[in-house]
């Protein structure tokens, strides 16, 4: 394949559940998306950050419009705030709660966040013209929900959120977290976790430690971003330490200042670096 590649360097890794959406102290663990004015305009915990990155991921690896992500987002965000839940009305459960009993699949699939987003969108695709219809219909339509203008109230920060995580915004999403609790290194599951959540189109390729991931050709990208925010969003997780992509670098042990520019040593113009605890 020609272009650019993004390398992946490996080093030794609902409604039931109210969460708010807002800043809290600076010190605690959270990851922030940034508003057009580059302060904060939105604060979830890592969880919530990683859950919401697999969701849009999924819809990537469909080749959906960004408008589908921001429904599944302000879905998600109203049935679950974001968080795999095992339990809620009946036998609602998931980031979507879903109902084994009314065919979204058994209770191990719908608690799966890949499979939970690919239902979603499957029923999604089926609505016709829903990428114009207002959101809460579109969700709705999919959902079913005794509430549906709750939906609502979540489409502003859903698109935020999908700006940033569909790489369209760059740098806009950052996380800290504490990294005195380092999670164990798990370098193969980093490319087994892409792979799964973006499809085979990633193709993560390398050896010894380093992956290497095609993204499009020509300097920085949204696709780049888009594995960048990915990465970020899942650094608590899968114990990264350090992502690096065109002239900026995030580290989790200086997680504060976010994004910032990198040295001309550290510079990786075209490549995507992942260095994992």
């Not at 604060?43 to 992500?69: F, K, M, Y």
């Not at 977290?177 to 380092?182: Q, S």
Request: aromatic share 8%; glycine share 10%.
């Amino acid at each position: 394949m020609r272009g650019t590649f993004a390398t992946v360097v490996l080093l030794a890794l609902g409604t039931y559940a109210y969460v708010q959406f807002t800043p809290g102290p600076a010190d605690e663990p959270h990851c922030a998306v940034a508003g057009a004015d580059g302060g904060t305009a939105m604060r979830l915990q890592p969880v919530q950050a990683a859950n919401a990155a697999t969701i849009e991921a999924v819809a990537s690896s469909r080749a959906l419009p960004e408008q589908a992500v921001t429904i599944a987002l302000a879905t998600a965000m109203q049935e679950s705030s974001l968080r795999n839940l095992d339990h809620g009305d009946r036998d609602s459960l998931g980031l979507f709660q879903q109902r084994p009993s009314q065919g979204w699949g058994t209770p191990e699939q719908v608690t799966d966040p890949v499979y939970a987003a690919g239902a979603f969108y499957d029923r999604l695709v089926e609505i016709d013209g829903y990428e114009s219809l207002p959101l809460t219909v579109a969700a709705q339509e999919v959902q079913r929900s005794a509430f549906p203008d709750e939906y609502a109230k979540h489409e502003e920060e859903a698109a935020l959120l999908a700006g940033a995580l569909t790489g369209r915004e760059a740098a806009s999403l950052s996380c800290v977290w504490p990294v005195g609790e380092r999670p164990a290194s798990r370098p193969g599951e980093v490319h087994e976790r892409m792979v799964r959540e973006f499809g085979e189109a990633v193709r993560p390729m390398g050896e010894e430690g380093s992956l290497t991931v095609p993204v499009e050709e020509g300097g920085e990208s949204a696709r780049g971003w888009e594995l960048a925010h990915w990465s970020v969003a899942h650094s608590e997780q899968l114990g990264i330490e350090r992502i690096a992509y065109g002239d900026l670098v995030w580290e989790a042990t200086s997680a504060a200042e976010g994004w910032r520019e990198a040295a001309p040593e550290e510079n990786a113009a075209g490549e995507l670096r992942l260095a994992l605890f």
